[in-house]
């Protein structure tokens, strides 16, 4: 989504920096320069094009590298920088070893432990509820039911379950199978309601309800739409039309450590223990919902064991064991298992949609026209115009015509998954894109590169931030060998009896990992010159804590392994609005390099005051050594970071005054406005098909994204290699499923919801990024861990249509899909 | 699933003329209990000596799934209260059966089906023949039962039945019991056994209780205006003649 | 997950006996099956409440694997799927069944799951394995594949229940010609081959087996390979080399004599209620000498009498793919 210009944020191109905001601190001219910001400002103000910009960082790009299944990545990094220099995250040999501690490790004295009711139908009203049996249980320490939750839009146990698994009451017990026993014990009696599963049934005016105190089922008002041009027009012009039909599904996150709350009260002060994403924000949702103050609830994890978007926010199981703790006045604990996941956390939404496209003979695109509608689950509204997001952008279309509807329904909860609506959305785009191909008999490739658009976001009309798409394409291209190895569009029978191989790729537009701030962060230099990060943001897996670090180590001068990151507590850290939208490496990137430079301006002012310099302007500070940048020479005015930072001031009235004590660096980053901020890249596959059998084997993946710039390229291939793996899973595999006639999910669990294992990697991976160095990133860099999943699937897609000539519209795509897709066209 | 697309016009003439006979045989259901003595007047005229069943099991072909729910739970139910464990309803495959577009859009085309179960006729040519008077007629539900103690198995009710099944490779199931109509011989037992009406079940008939489109109808999950399996009162003449061509008719002229 | 009595045996009447007189036991062998199945918490009026776990891997002798080229091969019920899978005589007599136990699960499951826990888990079913419906197979009254989500469900032979069975093992065990013997609840013995060992809804619906209370599978036997023996075995799955139940699997075994098939089992799972013998493909192929063709019409035959659902006509290609190419590996 494009940042909207609004008055009270920071707006580059009228004003400066420090005048919008104090604790903004971008005084020294040189360490905008050293970061870039200069030039930034520079393009700005007008006094230097984007084009320029570009043109430097393109000859700053890439030295020589060719990377093939395992690139050299010390060539990408400048000597004597932290940014760039592949790094392993310092945790790793914990987690590889299982010595690492997550959320769910946390075991207090004392502790309770939870099990909850919940509602075996869609929809029902609760007629009837007896906990006395349950609360006279041996063990059994409270029971609590929807009588005793705070009203919400979703409470945290429902009197009207909405959704087949939505809990009705919980207890706590001394033993997690006391709980379980004394759940079976609760008498409840349900009056069934009418449910509705389906998003396109549940916007017919005479669908039930999804809750009986809906007037209508649709979950936004108005719905999405939106237009250019005149796709009437577009299409009559158009020489050709192709259209698609898509369906996806429900998917479930599966991170490897499941949903967790321990809860305890202080006196007045809960502090709550889970795994999240975004301390800050499950916080203030439980403090809202309690109706305490936020500085009444304590909220801290240690490793998060993978989010994917669904440990954001206040969740019904911290709300479920802070009332038990309240009432039992002992710690409770709650670990989700795998069926509390799948039936009651989080999903991602099914698209159900169709589109066409016209073109012309010689490829170039005249309309696109499409709807969508998903299911939002019985509270949740979900965003559609992200599941546009890569249709509207990535092609030059002059005529548009899409909508989006979500609609309330009786499943399970829907909340982000990795890249949530472009996964689904470019499953779409680049299905029309291919067939679009395929009818004008046109290498795919070769009509994508025709028709990208990468200078102007056609959407919100503004010039990219970095857009380094035919870059990726082209890059993607050569590695593959795309050239020679796509063989044109098949036409003939298929050799059915044994398997066949075929290539497919793909381009997309994603704003994930594109999200600039606004962010807030602290960054300490302690007395030692050792520094510390603050951010109240999580390390979820995905090496933020890497990068934060790398990003002050590089900003203030020091050594990379002085600098730790604290831990994930809403009583240490300011908030930092989470990692979701793979804002890691842009967003609070952003804010720990503003900090992390005012850390270093105050620290250097102390060196100039011992100095007796008027300002800050002839020191440097470099690997840990401050000197004078006239005179690098001369001992008299050397001295290491530590020396530095016992030599404190503080400035009261422009008057320096020595002050000892921590230097506390801070910044409040506005967002930034003036340009569209994307992510982008490209994939190129190669897998087989077994037409007898479905069964679809990875041969090979090729994947190209525009990263802005590699902070750690260590961890930028981790997460690719990731994306891939999620993908893979995504494409072939992931399905949450009903019972249509029941509305029951049939397979909560991990042996009928199949995910791949490691081996369904293919053989040869091939990862490669290019850098046009991001506007506004943080040196330039932007996201990369949802990006990262969205080629696999359409590649794949296009990759079996290319193995044994059908497309396969539903994702996943599964033996049976597919088998049935060969027995349709035979 | 279930389309708003109104589903009445797509059905097979059958099923309309089941909707019929549901009609009349509901109204005269009314006159019967009203005018008593005219009702008894109906039975007297059609085998004297012999009470009518209350109901007939009336199949409906068009809305079968072949799913053989049905036969399991019949052998299933009788096996439970010691009696043999033949099933007393059959499917058969039949491909000359036009299935209602509603069971299709709902659960797909799962093929053709056609159920062989006892009608209950008025005048049962099945009990005459029996030497022994196994063949008696139910007081309850006024079905024609077979007591298996008296039962000698001399075959005599399987040959006078007016029912012949096809031949048995045409049986959906792979199970095979030498089934010749719709009265059968339980080799295991040595007698023969024929539908109850499960007159032994309070609840009924444990076909049509069990029978998954009938509860998918009954849920309304499932447009219908007439179930799968049904018991019906065939309380006048003309009705339960009507019901009789409907499972006699020549193969070919079926619907 | 509930608490469980737990009793180790020594002896296969101890074991009967144990279980014969207590509804609510269960042997308990790998357990990768059953201890799910008690986490899970599945009962109903047709399966009970476990409550009292009679270990069997405590008999002496119960895993021994022993080949006699006369007699042909025993294999304790006990033996683990990986031990079967490196069997060197397992291996080089009866490859299919080498190849069947290596298939099944995990490394890790087949290091504990035994060959008798594979013959006899319960069904993969996700309505029988889900709480939340009391489907036949626990003793309820609706099946929810025959009107719901059947993608996985039975083509073949499926009535009231449309489970399919889930053994990997068990097809290469009848193809093979093989015998189970059945330590059973009166203390006696009886070997019955595994043709008439499994069962359908039809019989039973609680069951997959003609074990009773009591009754134990003890050991398998296979008798010696013919001269001009050719198996096969073959698995179709959603997952690749990762565990994962069958779609499909079959195991065909081909005796050829003068050029022709003399002899044949074709044995398929994950398409019926009880592993699926192919007779009709085994009579279309004796007496011929196989080519694509033959392999091709005697599969078409073969799934003539497929009763596909909603979601699984897919398996009747699968099936047929299946039986062609595994013909064809026998053959070969």
Request: charged share 20%.
């Amino acid at each position: 989504m494009a940042e909207k210009t609004n008055a009270a944020s920071f707006n580059y191109v009228q004003g400066d920096l420090v005048s919008t905001d104090p604790l903004l601190l971008e005084r020294d001219a040189h360490s905008r320069e050293r970061t870039g910001v200069a030039q930034i400002e520079r393009v700005m103000r007008g006094e230097e094009t984007p084009a320029d910009v570009v043109a430097d960082r393109t000859a700053l790009r890439r030295r020589g590298v060719n990377p093939t299944v395992q690139p050299d990545l010390s060539l990408r990094v400048a000597p004597g920088s932290v940014v760039g220099k592949p790094t392993i995250d310092g945790r790793a040999r914990d987690k590889i070893t299982g010595r690492a501690q997550y959320s769910v490790d946390t075991y207090l004295p004392g502790m309770l432990w939870t099990k909850v009711l919940r509602s075996p139908m869609p929809h029902a009203k609760v007629s009837s509820i007896d906990t006395t049996k349950a609360e006279a249980y041996p063990g059994v320490k409270a029971v609590i039911t929807y009588k005793d939750v705070p009203k919400a839009t979703r409470a945290a146990l429902s009197a009207e379950p909405a959704f087949a698994g939505e809990p009705i009451a919980a207890v706590a017990a001394e033993t997690a199978a006391i709980a379980e026993e004394a759940v079976a014990l609760i008498d409840v009696k349900y009056e069934p309601l009418p449910f509705v599963l389906d998003p396109r049934e549940a916007l017919k005016a005479a669908a039930a309800k999804v809750r009986t105190t809906l007037a209508a089922n649709a979950a936004r008002s108005p719905q999405f739409t939106y237009t250019r041009g005149d796709a009437a027009k577009g299409f009559a012009e158009a020489e050709v039309t192709v259209e698609v039909q898509v369906e996806t599904s429900f998917e479930q996150h599966v991170a490897m450590e499941p949903h967790n709350a321990v809860a305890v009260w202080d006196r007045d002060l809960l502090t709550i223990y889970t795994g999240t994403q975004w301390a800050h924000g499950t916080a203030n949702g439980v403090a809202a919902e309690l109706g305490i103050p936020q500085s009444s609830v304590r909220v801290l994890a240690k490793d998060t064991g993978g989010g994917w978007g669904d440990k954001t926010g206040r969740h019904p199981y911290h709300i479920i064991t802070a009332l038990l703790a309240k009432k039992t006045g002992r710690p409770v604990r709650w670990e989700l298992n795998r069926k509390d996941i799948f039936l009651d956390a989080g999903h991602n939404y099914p698209l159900f949609a169709t589109a066409k496209l016209g073109v012309k003979k010689d490829g170039t695109i005249t309309a696109l026209e499409g709807t969508s509608y998903v299911p939002s689950g019985a509270y949740g509204a979900r965003a559609n115009s992200d599941d546009w997001e890569s249709a509207t952008r990535t092609y030059k279309i002059p005529n548009v015509k899409v909508g989006g509807f979500s609609a309330y329904t009786n499943t399970v909860d829907t909340s982000a998954l990795r890249s949530v609506g472009e996964a689904s959305g470019t499953f779409l785009t680049e299905n029309l894109m291919n067939r679009a191909a395929e009818a004008l008999n046109m290498d795919p490739l070769e009509f994508r590169l025709k028709n990208i658009e990468t200078a102007v976001d056609q959407v919100a009309n503004l010039p990219y931030s970095s857009n380094g798409l035919r870059e990726s394409l082209e890059r993607g291209a050569e590695l593959f060998g795309w050239k020679s190895r796509w063989k044109g569009w098949q036409k003939g029978p298929v050799d059915l009896t044994k398997p066949q191989r075929g290539v497919g790729m793909v381009a997309f537009t994603c704003n994930k990992g594109a999200n600039s701030p606004p962010m807030t962060a602290i960054v300490q230099i302690q007395g030692d010159g050792s520094v510390v990060v603050n951010t109240g943001a999580a390390d979820i897996g995905g090496g933020q804590r890497t990068v934060w670090s790398m990003i002050a180590a590089e900003a203030i001068g020091v050594a990379l392994d002085t600098v730790k990151i604290n831990a994930m507590d809403t009583q240490a850290g300011p908030d930092a609005l989470g990692i979701f939208g793979s804002r890691g490496t842009k967003s609070v990137g952003t804010g720990v390099l503003y900090a992390a430079l005012n850390a270093r301006e105050k620290l250097l002012q102390g060196v100039a005051f011992k100095w007796k310099l008027s300002n800050t302007s002839d020191i440097e500070l470099k690997e840990g050594k401050v000197f004078r940048k006239s005179d690098p020479a001369n001992t008299a005015f050397q001295m290491t970071v530590a020396e530095a930072a016992a030599a404190g001031v503080v400035i009261i009235d422009d008057v320096p005054r020595p002050a000892a004590g921590t230097i506390v660096g801070e910044a409040r980053v506005p967002a930034f406005s003036g340009y569209s901020q994307k992510t982008f890249g490209a994939g190129f596959y190669e897998i087989e098909v077994d037409p007898a059998t479905g069964f679809v084997r990875v041969l090979e993946a090729v994947q190209v994204h525009d990263v802005g710039r590699a902070i750690n390229p260590t961890g930028l291939v981790n997460q690719i290699h990731g994306g891939i793996m999620h993908g893979i899973n995504k494409a072939l595999t992931e399905e949450l499923l009903y019972d249509p006639p029941t509305g029951i999910v049939v397979n909560p669990n991990l042996d009928d919801y199949k995910l791949h294992m490691i081996d369904a990697l293919p053989a040869k991976i091939q990862v490669d990024w290019v850098e046009p160095y991001d506007l506004i990133g943080p040196f330039g860099a932007k996201g990369i861990g949802e990006p990262a999943l969205l080629p696999p699937s359409p590649s794949i897609h296009a990759a079996i249509r290319d193995a044994v000539g059908v497309y396969v519209n539903q994702q996943p795509m599964t033996p049976a899909r597919i088998l049935n897709a060969l027995a349709k066209k035979a | 699933m279930g389309s708003d697309a109104d589903s009445g016009g797509g059905k097979p003439a059958d099923l309309s003329r089941r909707a019929f006979l549901r009609g009349t045989g509901a109204a005269a259901v009314g006159v019967a209990f009203v005018g008593f003595g005219l009702a008894e007047a109906f039975r007297g005229a059609w085998a004297p000596g012999i009470a009518q069943a209350s109901g007939v099991i009336m199949p409906d072909p068009s809305l079968c799934i072949g799913c053989l729910t049905c036969e399991v739970e019949c052998s299933d139910v009788h096996k439970a209260v010691g009696l043999s464990d033949v099933p007393r309803i059959r499917i058969y495959h039949r491909d000359s059966v036009t299935v209602d577009p509603e069971i299709i859009a709902s659960y797909g085309a799962r093929g053709q089906f056609f159920q062989h179960v006892c009608v209950q006729c008025p005048d049962a040519p099945c009990l005459p023949v029996c030497p022994v008077k196994a063949l008696q007629v139910e007081s309850r539900t006024g079905a024609r039962v077979i007591d298996p103690e008296t039962c000698i198995a001399c075959g005599k009710c399987e040959q006078a039945c007016i029912f012949p099944t096809p031949i048995e490779s045409e049986a959906v199931s792979t199970q095979r019991y030498g089934q010749k109509s719709r009265i059968t011989r339980d080799e295991k037992l040595n007698v023969y056994a024929k539908c109850d009406l499960c007159s032994f079940r309070p609840k009924g008939p444990a076909c049509i209780e069990r029978c998954p489109v009938n509860i998918k109808i009954n849920q309304g999950q499932l447009k219908s205006d007439v179930l799968c399996l049904d018991l019906l009162k065939p309380v006048d003449k003309a009705n339960f003649a009507k019901m009789r061509d409907q499972q006699t008719a020549p193969k070919e002229a079926r619907p | 997950m509930r608490t469980v009595k737990y009793t180790k045996t020594t002896s296969w009447k101890q074991a009967s006996a144990a279980l014969a007189k207590d509804p609510k036991a269960l042997a308990i062998a790998g357990g990768s099956d059953l201890l799910g199945m008690i986490k899970e918490g599945l009962e109903g009026k047709g399966l009970p409440r476990y409550e009292n776990l009679i270990d069997i891997r405590t008999i002496a002798g119960s895993d021994a694997i022993t080949f006699k080229a006369s007699d042909g091969l025993t294999i304790g019920a006990l033996a683990t799927l990986s031990s079967l899978e490196n069997s060197d005589d397992v291996k080089k007599n009866y490859p299919a069944l080498a190849r069947a136990a290596g298939a099944a699960a995990s490394p890790n499951i087949r290091n504990s799951g035994t060959l008798g826990g594979n013959i006899n888990q319960r069904p993969r079913c996700w309505y029988y394995r889900n709480t939340e419906f009391d489907c036949y197979k626990k003793g309820g009254e609706f099946c929810f594949a025959v009107t719901g989500s059947n993608a996985y469900h039975a083509i073949l032979n499926g009535e009231l229940c449309y489970i399919v069975h889930p053994s990997d093992t068990a097809p290469a065990l009848i193809a093979l010609g093989a015998s189970a013997v059945i330590s059973m609840a009166d203390g006696g013995e009886k070997t019955v081959p595994f043709d008439s060992y499994f069962t359908g809804p039809r019989v039973d619906v609680l069951r997959e087996n003609i074990l009773k209370q009591g009754d134990l599978l003890k050991e398998v036997r296979i008798p010696a390979p013919k001269a001009g023996t050719g198996m096969s075995f073959l698995k179709a799955q959603r997952r690749g080399e990762t565990y994962d139940f069958a779609l499909a699997n079959i195991a065909t075994v081909i005796v050829k004599k003068d050029g022709k098939v003399d002899d044949s089992r074709i044995v398929l799972s994950g398409v019926a209620p009880t592993p699926y013998r192919a007779t009709v493909a085994e009579e279309a192929i004796k007496g011929q000498a196989i080519t694509a063709q033959v392999a091709q019409a005697a599969a078409d035959k073969a799934l003539l009498q497929a009763r596909p659902m909603t979601d699984n006509a897919y398996k009747v290609g699968l099936a047929k793919s299946l039986i062609v190419r595994s013909i064809l590996e026998a053959w070969a």
